[in-house]
T-cell receptor, first 116, second 112 residues
Framework: GAVVSQHPSWVICKSGTSVKIECRSL??????MFWYRQFPKQSLMLMAT?????????EQGVEKDKFLINHASLTLSTLTVTSAHPEDSSFYIC????????????FGSGTRLTVV | DAKTTQPPSMDCAEGRAANLPCNHS???????VYWYRQIHSQGPQYIIH???NNETNEMASLIITEDRKSSTLILPHATLRDTAVYYC?????????????FGKGTHLIIQP
C-alpha cells in the first residue's frame, strides 16, 4: 500500500513555456502533499505544502506565482512551473502524508525537468 | 525537528553488513528517527523508523542508543542495489503538518 504516482518522469520544454507535473496517491487519500526540488549533487529542498481544498503554503524564497500548486482532490496535486527558464531545470519530487500510519510520507518517483 | 549528523560517504563490501551511523543529540522525547534512502534519480524510499526500541523489518534494522542521541541503520547483507544516499531524519510521527527536512545524508557505496 501507500503508492504515490508522479507524472511525467521527465520533460523537456522551451524557455518561457509552462509545464504541469501531477502527483497522485493511488491507494490512500492524501489531505496533505509536499513538493520538493533537488538540484544535482544536492539534497531535497521543500518548496511547498499543498492542502486539499485550500491554498498552498510556500517555503521562504519560493515564488508562488511561478510554481502554481493545485490540490483539488484527496488524491491529486499538481505543480505547474510557469514561464520556465533554464535555472528552473531540476528534479521535482512530490510526497504525500497518509497511507500506513508511521510511514508518514510516501514519495513519488520524481520528474526531471529540463528547460532549453 | 532535531538536526542530524551523518558521515558524507561510506563504502561496504557486497554481502557484508552495512552500518550507517546518525547523531541526533537534540532529539526530543516524542520525536521519531526515520530512515529513507534515495537511489540515483529516484524519489526517496522509506526504510524504517523507531522511537526508542530497536526495530527490524525486511529491509533493515534500526538500533537506537538508550539516551536516543544516536542511532545506527544496519543493512544485514548489502547488495549492489543498496548503493544510494541514506537520510536519517528526526521528526514527529506522521510528520505533523510539515514536510521532511533532508540533510546531506550518507552516500553508501557497495563494492563488488
Amino acid at each position: 500500500g501507500a503508492v504515490v504516482s508522479q507524472h511525467p518522469s521527465w520533460v523537456i520544454c522551451k524557455s518561457g513555456t509552462s509545464v504541469k507535473i501531477e502527483c497522485r496517491s493511488l491507494d490512500f487519500q492524501a489531505t496533505t502533499m509536499f513538493w520538493y526540488r533537488q538540484f544535482p549533487k544536492q539534497s531535497l529542498m521543500l518548496m511547498a505544502t499543498s492542502n486539499e481544498g485550500s491554498k498552498a503554503t510556500y517555503e521562504q524564497g519560493v515564488e508562488k506565482d511561478k510554481f502554481l500548486i493545485n490540490h483539488a482532490s484527496l488524491t491529486l496535486s499538481t505543480l505547474t512551473v510557469t514561464s520556465a527558464h533554464p535555472e528552473d531545470s531540476s528534479f521535482y519530487i512530490c510526497s504525500a502524508r497518509g497511507g500506513v500510519i508511521g510511514y508518514g510520507y510516501t514519495f513519488g518517483s520524481g520528474t526531471r525537468l529540463t528547460v532549453v | 525537528d532535531a538536526k542530524t549528523t551523518q558521515p558524507p560517504s561510506m563504502d561496504c563490501a557486497e554481502g557484508r553488513a552495512a552500518n550507517l551511523p546518525c547523531n541526533h543529540s537534540t532529539i526530543s522525547g516524542n520525536e521519531y528517527v526515520y530512515w529513507y534512502r534515495q537511489i540515483h534519480s529516484q524519489g526517496p524510499q522509506y526504510i524504517i523508523h523507531g522511537l526508542k526500541n530497536n526495530e527490524t523489518n525486511e529491509m533493515a534494522s534500526l538500533i537506537i542508543t538508550e539516551d536516543r542521541k544516536s542511532s545506527t541503520l544496519i543493512l544485514p547483507h548489502a547488495t549492489l542495489r543498496d548503493t544510494a544516499v541514506y537520510y536519517c531524519i528526526v521528526t514527529y510521527s506522521g510528520g505533523g503538518a510539515d514536510g521532511l527536512t533532508f540533510g546531506k545524508g550518507t552516500h553508501l557505496i557497495i563494492q563488488p
